[in-house]
């Protein structure tokens, strides 16, 4: 017997079904995501080092691996970057399920896996439609950091696009001062 149940319900059934596997509700899909490798994972605890180094939290930021964003492209929808810097009241924009509005988050990056296709076209659309002010793309397939800013009107303009050997600068919208090296962006042993 089959019994009806939210999209929500069935992230959450394949959440405990999948251990390890990231599950997200983008455009009203269920996205499944297998657990990432080593050096996306060395990315992200750069990342860390690299805006303590930056004094985030002395900003009023918080730097988050795997925490919810609400979406507001559907009912049930939610994304689960990669790495966030987020104002240090996030906790107060709790929507639902582990998930906050988008207006706490500063900045949001993903680095891509076998999913690619979802961190470069799908989440652009996602996170500029939120408001995400600045989204960072460690395009690991095309060997490039894409950073896209300021949405209008639910859509970012063209990225800037950093090759091997550049810095991105964080935008001063972010709240700190850095300078990320592509190369540790795209290889995680920065």
């Known amino acids: 017997m089959l019994h009806e149940s939210s999209l929500a319900d069935a992230a959450d059934r394949l959440w405990e079904e999948l251990p390890g596997h990231r599950v997200e509700i983008l455009n009203g899909s269920i996205v499944v995501t297998p657990p990432p490798d080593g050096s996306h994972q060395e990315t992200l605890t750069w990342l860390i080092e690299e805006f303590s180094r930056a004094q985030a939290r002395k900003a009023g930021l918080l730097f988050l691996q795997g925490v919810g964003l609400w979406l507001p492209s559907g009912p049930e929808d939610y994304a689960v970057p990669d790495f966030s810097l987020v104002d240090d009241d996030y906790k107060s924009a709790l929507v639902e ?47 490039e950091v894409l950073l896209y800013t300021d949405p209008v009107d639910g859509a970012y303009p063209a990225p800037e696009r950093f090759k091997r050997g550049q810095f991105l600068p964080v935008p001063e919208s972010v709240g700190v001062s850095a300078e990320l090296s592509v190369d540790a962006l795209l290889d995680g042993d920065g």
């Open 97 to 143: 399920k582990n998930c906050y509005a988008p207006h706490v988050f500063r900045l949001v990056l993903e680095v891509t896996s076998s999913n690619w296709t979802n961190d470069t076209a799908t989440k652009v659309d996602t996170y500029a439609r939120a408001g995400v002010p600045v989204y960072v793309i460690a395009d690991r397939k095309h060997d």
